[in-house]
């Protein structure tokens, strides 16, 4: 295997014999394949529409569910890779039939085989992932560039999947993908790369647009709100990940039941929705960011759903592994997985929520409430006061310390560095880096709490809504002309299109942490660093004193 697409690859260099999120070597080599065949059913899908032809409302959900079935810590099931290879070939069958009927031919002379190659063993799928995997490319900037736009397409396609599970498509969105697939297997320049890059980016921000149009319109939008972190006395059933159609289902069928539910990791933002809010036995938020789930869903006692990404393989001597469901793109070998809703009706969680009501309730371990809910609808309301607290000099700098949380021990560094911030700066933040310091008593700024959390790592498109009306507010002509600093933490591929997106609307400056991507060749970091001042951390001392300059 050869897997460097997470912030914790080896050695910050990548994972060879096996991933450090736990992935085995078959299984990264599976995703590899199954890569490869989304970008051959690309290119007829691009043929198709370059030809008038509609594609198959199955087709998009296919490649968005395939992509994120590849994203860091998501899927680690051998067997749900080996069946979705084989419904790929199914499925790149029907799309060349449907081409051959209307007598619209392929080119089958490049030379990437993804539309043609064809296996009837797992022994040959085994074979033909070590010829087509990221190492495939020769040229380091164009191995660097290939897989950086892979990367930003995989963040794109959760996040789209997502709005389409609540009813929001865009085809637009669904093209630029397949395009951007296809492109990957053409002989395109760095130049050429580096532009496509740039405008996944922009179509990073369009894709969390349409998310966050299809949250606030379903569920309201996002209110500040006190959650909860202490326990009931009621058995319970803990949701992770980021599917709120997902939560939307099983706050419904777990109404009445005498089972209380609440959120963990990148799920705690569902609090802040007005629609989940009628909900009496939506209790709270147990625990903290995905890493530390061994250790709380031992004791949290219940049933636990994964709805995406963020599973971290359970260690052998753990008692909750019978009590663990995942759902959609998740799964893990051993864990009982739901079904997906047929389309107009709710998934069935009739099974897990038996399982409950026979657990006993959580055990608690910590008490208190979290503070949250700051979207841009939120703070644009709040304007007023935000921008009368900067002209008064109440509140000299806001950081974005949006993004990731992760295990390693450098990560330390941004609790350390939001403790040391001077009492007149504000912390934005979105994704699961904010439980660093979430939970830190930094108090408020003339009741504007310090620690502004918008939501989940897709909310990071409030952020750069909340920049770009302060930008209006004070009539600056450049959005880095605001006094913002962006200090962000990434882990895998959905902070990736985060990155995208903010290049994309102009943003300079930003720094990376703990480390910056393996994945970027050092010329491509250059062009990064030099067109839009992409730059690492170092201590949190030395970097207070860049920042606050």
């Known amino acids: 295997m050869f897997c460097y697409q997470c912030q914790e690859t080896a050695q910050n260099k ?35 529409r370059e030809s008038g032809v509609k594609v198959p409302e199955k087709v998009n959900r296919f490649i968005l569910e395939s992509m994120f079935m590849t994203i860091t810590n998501g899927n680690f099931d051998k067997e749900r890779f080996i069946t979705r290879v084989r419904e790929c070939f199914k499925l790149r069958d029907e799309l060349a039939s449907v081409l051959n009927e209307k007598g619209i031919s392929i080119c089958q002379c490049e030379k990437c085989d993804c539309t043609t190659w064809y296996c009837d063993t797992v022994e040959e799928m085994e074979e033909k992932a070590l010829s087509i995997g990221v190492l495939a490319t020769d040229n380091e900037d164009i191995r660097s560039l ?74 309201g939008n996002p209110e500040v709100t006190k959650v909860n972190l202490g326990v009931g006395s009621n058995p319970g059933i803990l949701i992770s990940g980021h599917d709120l159609r997902d939560m939307e289902d099983l706050l419904k069928q777990t109404e009445g039941t005498g089972i209380d539910i609440y959120t963990h990791s990148e799920m705690l933002p569902a609090h802040y929705y007005p629609a989940f809010k009628k909900y009496k ?35 052998k001597d753990s008692t909750y592994f019978d009590r663990v469901y995942t759902t959609g793109a998740a799964g893990f070998e051993g864990f009982k997985h739901i079904p997906d809703r047929k389309k107009g009706e709710a998934k069935d969680f009739s099974s897990l929520i038996e399982h409950a009501k ?47 949380d992760g295990r390693m021990k450098s990560r330390d560094y941004y609790t350390q560095f939001a403790e040391k911030l001077p009492k007149d700066t504000i912390i934005l933040t979105a994704g699961c880096a904010k439980y660093r310091y979430n939970k830190l008593p930094l108090g408020d700024i003339g009741g504007i709490p310090r620690v502004l959390d918008a939501g989940q790592c897709n909310d990071s498109y409030s952020l750069a809504v909340i920049a770009m009306k302060l930008k209006e507010i004070f009539g600056l002509n450049d959005i880095n002309e605001l006094p913002i600093a962006y200090n962000i933490a990434w882990y895998e591929q959905k902070a990736v299109i985060v990155l995208l997106a903010l290049l994309s609307l102009g943003v300079k ?14 010329n491509v970091a250059n062009v ?12 949190v001392d030395s970097d207070l004193e860049m920042f606050l300059k």
């Open 528 to 539: 990064l660093i030099e067109k839009f001042g992409i730059a690492g951390i170092k201590d």
């Open 358 to 404: 026979r657990c006993a309730p959580p055990t608690e371990i910590e008490t208190g409430e979290i503070t949250g809910g700051f979207a841009h609808s939120q703070v644009v309301a709040l304007a007023d006061k935000v921008v009368d607290a900067v002209k008064s000099g109440a509140i000299k700098k806001f950081f974005v310390m949006a993004g990731c």
């Open 146 to 219: 290939r897989e950086l736009l892979i990367y930003g397409l995989k963040g794109m396609c959760a996040y789209a999947e997502h709005a389409m599970n609540l009813g929001y498509e865009d085809d637009d969105i669904y093209a630029f993908i397949e395009n951007a697939l296809v492109a990957t297997t053409k002989d395109l320049s760095a130049e050429q790369l580096v532009a496509l890059v740039l405008r996944c980016g922009e179509y990073g921000v369009k894709t969390m647009a349409l998310l966050d149009k299809a949250n606030t319109e379903s569920y």
């Open 14 to 48: 990548g994972c060879t014999i096996k991933g450090v999120c736990g992935k085995t070597a078959d299984v990264a080599n599976l995703q590899d394949l199954v890569i490869f065949l989304l970008k051959g059913i690309s290119r007829f899908t691009v043929k198709m």
């Open 509 to 522: 400056n930003i720094h990376l942490g703990p480390t910056l991507p393996a994945f970027l060749s050092p």
């Open 281 to 315: 036995h939506f209790v709270g938020n147990y625990g903290n960011a995905w890493w530390k789930q061994a250790e709380e869903f031992e004791s949290f006692n219940g049933v636990i759903l994964f709805t995406t990404n963020c599973i971290v393989p359970p260690r």
